[in-house]
């Protein structure tokens, strides 16, 4: 299975590095079962429009191995995202961006799976290849993009959306996430398991707005957002209402859930279970507490309500993911023992 990243001027070297590694890893896992002289299931090259090397955001060189061919026979594209704050300036190297689209619709006809991550969602919506898909994004970007590709059914919330061979990813670290799930299209869902566990990579995490809550301002400069975010968290025990919090803001409901999916691309509600499902999976992988325990930690009475909620976000009751973690750690501490981890 061919896999190539197509790479720009500013990107992020580990948008590079760190799905190279994820790929690798599981060829060394397939190599186990198959034993040696086995073809490793995955391979890969690194390319750029000149076929020259390109200079990371970070000011690193990223080798490559030679040119973009839309021809070219590949299994999967995996476009890397440009670091790009303003992303204007971005779009406008328009004969980068022409190039870099035309190969990708080229190579959607010809049957390969296109994934992208981050910034690099508007080079696939460009192409006019979200059109009418379902598509995410960073989700500080979620009301540009939106702005930009009307005909593009954005779910910021979300850290992976997949249709129609095209793969989605949401911030910057989800090409982890994306590559995980390469692997699986690729190589099969059991090989990818294994590489998750053994690279600690968490495919249960389905949603990253309540990353949002870890950076100033929240990175979307609506203050009243902002000011409701810092609420959420610090009352996060309470079983308060959004009519509560819009009180305490001096707004509407109305609103306040207008602006909150103008900033982040969802609704309070829908951001306030996102945040209190996050914090009550850091509680449950720490292992202290009971359920019943976190779920009062988390605002909610009714353990219940709590556990379907959980079940619906994440996939896995509390319990179970409770229990996936544990397993994790001394499958890590056994890997890294080996120098694999």
Same mark, same amino acid.
């Given at each position: ?45 690194? &390319? ?14 990223? =080798? ?19 670091? =790009? ?77 997949? %249709? ?17 799930? #390469? ?24 949603? %990253?707005?309540?990353?949002?809550? #870890?950076?100033? &301002? ?14 959420? =968290? ?7 209402? #959004? ?29 306030? %279970? ?10 449950? &992988? ?14 909610? =009475? ?23 973690? %544990?397993? #994790? ?13």
């Amino acid at each position: 299975m061919i896999i190539r990243f197509w790479v720009c001027d500013g990107t992020l070297s580990s948008g590079v590095a760190g799905p190279v590694d994820v790929f690798a890893v599981a060829n060394m896992l397939a190599a186990k079962r198959t034993g040696p002289g086995g073809r490793p299931p995955l391979r890969w090259s690194v &390319e750029s429009l000149d076929g020259r090397p390109v200079q990371s955001a970070s000011g690193q060189m990223i =080798a490559v191995d030679g040119r973009i061919n839309p021809e070219a026979p590949a299994n999967a594209i995996l476009v890397t995202a440009p670091y =790009a704050p303003d992303i204007d300036k971005f779009l406008e190297r328009r004969e980068e961006v022409a190039a870099l689209t035309r190969a990708l619709r080229r190579q959607h006809e010809r049957g390969a799976v296109l994934a992208s991550y981050c910034t690099g969602n508007y080079l696939l919506a460009e192409a006019g290849l979200l059109n009418e898909r379902p598509a995410t994004t960073h989700w500080a970007k979620a009301r540009d993009f939106s702005r930009r590709y009307p005909r593009v059914a954005l779910r910021a919330q979300e850290i992976l959306t997949e %249709q129609d061979g095209i793969l989605s990813g949401g911030s910057v670290t989800s090409y982890l996430t994306l590559a995980i799930r #390469l692997v699986g299209r690729l190589s099969g869902a059991e090989l990818a398991a294994a590489t998750a566990r053994m690279l600690l990579i968490d495919t249960n995490r389905v949603l %990253q707005a309540p990353f949002a809550t #870890l950076i100033e &301002e929240h990175g979307h400069g609506d203050r009243l957002v902002a000011r409701a975010q810092r609420r959420m =968290a610090a009352t996060i025990q309470q079983a308060s209402s #959004l009519s509560e919090l819009a009180t305490h803001l001096a707004v509407s409901e109305r609103t306040l859930n207008r602006r909150f999916k103008q900033a982040i691309g969802i609704g309070p509600l829908e951001y306030l %279970q996102a945040l209190r499902v996050e914090i009550a999976k850091q509680l449950l &992988e720490a292992g202290t507490l009971s359920i019943d325990e976190i779920c009062l930690r988390v605002g909610y =009475a009714d353990s219940s309500t709590f556990r379907a909620l959980f079940k619906r976000l994440v996939g896995h009751s509390p319990r179970e993911y409770q229990r996936w973690s %544990q397993q #994790l750690r001394p499958q890590c501490n056994a890997a890294t023992e080996n120098a694999v981890c």
